[in-house]
């Protein structure tokens, strides 16, 4: 069965056409990742599977409920983390109020950040901000979990610990999981399945293992950083 199905999509800001004519499906339990040059409309494609924007043209579906981590993390600055996590089960009233906490502690000790329930998001490093927004992106166990820029700005080290939870909690839960990342190794080492877009429109979907050997010139010289 599909997670997601994307037929026609097309999207516009004013005169500019960032996404044409867009078709995409994801089996449940897949692991996407979403690549390709800097404005090419991979976070417009994300937010819009999110319906945090609205396209013009075409079909999206989306089977279950959504979680979203963003790139810029968006906690709120006057909530603890704690409150930061519990944030999408107290606005969708989907879990009793006496299990939001206990719900809240086994994400925070899942990302690596029991005892930190009271701090401010001012106190925490770039990493730990990313591993609060994933897990609020994930504390509603969603059926649908998309990742922008999971990793940017990051260390090496950072990045990969970051991709070890994001496999951890995808092997537990058997969420489907979209991530729209420009660091094309790791993405590709996590996600079973490569979408290239490029100029608004998906140019190549295939395996991850093939992407450097694609038979797309254009997909090939990306992925190998060639200029």
Same mark, same amino acid.
């Given at each position: 069965?599909?997670?997601?199905?994307?037929?026609?999509?097309?999207?516009?800001?004013?005169? =500019?056409?960032?996404?044409?004519?867009?078709?995409?499906?994801?089996?449940?339990? #897949? *692991?996407?990742?979403?690549?390709?040059?800097?404005? #090419?409309?991979?976070?417009?494609?994300?937010?819009?599977?999110?319906?945090?924007?609205?396209?013009?043209? &075409?079909?999206?579906?989306?089977?279950?409920?959504?979680?979203?981590?963003?790139?810029?993390?968006?906690?709120?600055?006057?909530?603890?983390?704690?409150?930061?996590?519990?944030?999408?089960?107290?606005?969708? &009233?989907?879990?009793?109020?006496?299990?939001?906490?206990?719900?809240?502690?086994?994400?925070?000790?899942?990302?690596?950040?029991?005892?930190?329930?009271?701090?401010?998001?001012?106190?925490?490093?770039?990493?730990?901000?990313?591993?609060?927004?994933? #897990?609020?992106?994930?504390?509603?166990?969603?059926?649908?979990?998309?990742?922008?820029?999971?990793? #940017?700005?990051?260390?090496?080290?950072?990045?990969?610990?970051?991709?070890?939870?994001?496999?951890?909690?995808?092997?537990?839960? &058997?969420?489907?999981?979209?991530?729209?990342?420009?660091?094309?190794?790791?993405?590709?080492?996590?996600?079973?399945?490569?979408?290239?877009?490029?100029?608004?429109?998906?140019?190549?979907?295939?395996?991850?293992?093939?992407?450097?050997?694609?038979?797309?010139? *254009?997909?090939?010289?990306?992925? =190998?950083?060639?200029?």
């Amino acid at each position: 069965m599909l997670a997601i199905e994307l037929v026609g999509v097309g999207k516009r800001f004013g005169a =500019r056409a960032v996404l044409g004519g867009v078709d995409l499906r994801v089996p449940r339990g #897949a *692991r996407l990742g979403i690549i390709g040059p800097a404005t #090419a409309g991979k976070s417009v494609l994300l937010k819009i599977l999110a319906g945090l924007y609205r396209p013009e043209a &075409g079909l999206v579906r989306v089977a279950g409920r959504i979680g979203m981590l963003f790139q810029n993390c968006a906690l709120f600055d006057f909530l603890s983390v704690a409150d930061n996590v519990a944030f999408p089960l107290v606005q969708e &009233g989907i879990v009793a109020p006496p299990e939001i906490a206990a719900r809240v502690a086994a994400r925070l000790r899942a990302v690596g950040l029991a005892g930190s329930e009271r701090k401010l998001p001012a106190e925490l490093s770039g990493g730990m901000k990313k591993r609060v927004g994933l #897990a609020r992106a994930t504390v509603a166990m969603p059926d649908v979990v998309l990742y922008d820029e999971p990793t #940017a700005g990051l260390d090496p080290v950072t990045t990969a610990k970051i991709y070890e939870l994001l496999r951890a909690d995808h092997d537990t839960r &058997g969420s489907t999981a979209v991530v729209v990342s420009s660091d094309v190794d790791a993405v590709a080492g996590f996600a079973d399945t490569i979408a290239f877009v490029d100029d608004g429109r998906l140019r190549w979907v295939g395996p991850s293992a093939r992407l450097r050997d694609a038979d797309d010139a *254009r997909v090939r010289d990306f992925a =190998r950083g060639t200029p």
